[in-house]
Structure formats: C-alpha cells, structure tokens
C-alpha cells in the first residue's frame, strides 16, 4: 500500500528555518515524482516544489524562490523540503505528494494521485 507521511511542521518565528520530511513506504521514489504543496486557509492548494527520482526538479512559486529547496534520500526514500527565512505567508498545511512517471515532475495538484495528511506550519511572531 503507498502510503507518504508528512512530518516536521510546528510554530514558527519570521526569519526561522524549517526541514520537513515526506517519507514514502510502498514504493519507490526513483521512479516517482514527489512534490510539496501548501494550503493556506481559505486559498487554494498551491505547488511549491517537486522532484524526481533522477534529480531534477522545478520551482513554482515565485515567493519561495532563494527561500525553500527540496532534496531527496534515496537510502530513507524520502523526500525534505527546506524552508529558510519563513515569513508569516508560509502559514500553511504542506502536503507532499507523488506520481509515478518515467522522468520530470509537475507542480499541478490534478497531476498527482498519491497524498500526504499534511503538517501545519504556522509562521507568526
């Protein structure tokens, strides 16, 4: 059964970092792409990051730019999305998700079948 499982989301301060982690049982990332979604309330799901099992890798919106990365463990098939410099507009639930695919990675929620829970992560001072 595939299964993804958000964690590292909780408060915190402007300026802060944050890694979260997006573990995939079931299967296996390298012939996946992964992305990192956020919603915030009253919006609408939003892609923020993604990746492939070969690497590469896209970002989406232009307000994480310079800010967030996303990166990859083959050995813990697992997925991280770096946050630094978190401003209060991060406040969201991040939801990673998956899709199998021979290469590349979409940032488009309807291209992804597979989804996390989500963690919240609220940035506030």
């Known amino acids: 059964q595939l299964q993804l499982v958000e964690s590292g989301g909780g408060l915190m301060q402007p300026g802060e970092s944050l890694r979260l982690s997006c573990a995939a049982s079931?299967?296996?990332?390298?012939?996946?792409?992964i992305g990192w979604f956020r919603q915030a309330p009253g919006k609408e799901r939003e892609g923020v990051l993604c990746v492939h099992g070969g690497g590469a890798y896209t970002r989406s919106a232009d307000s994480v730019k310079g800010r967030f990365a996303i990166s990859r463990d083959s050995a813990k098939n697992t997925v991280y999305l770096q946050m630094n410099n978190l401003k209060p507009e991060d406040t969201a639930v991040y939801y990673c998700?998956?899709?199998?695919?021979?290469?590349?990675?979409?940032?488009?929620?309807?291209?992804?079948?597979?989804w996390g829970q989500g963690t919240q992560v609220t940035v506030s001072s």
């Open positions: 998700a998956a899709e199998r695919r021979p290469y590349g990675c979409s940032v488009s929620r309807i291209d992804y079948s597979f």
């Open positions: 079931g299967f296996t990332l390298d012939y996946y792409a």
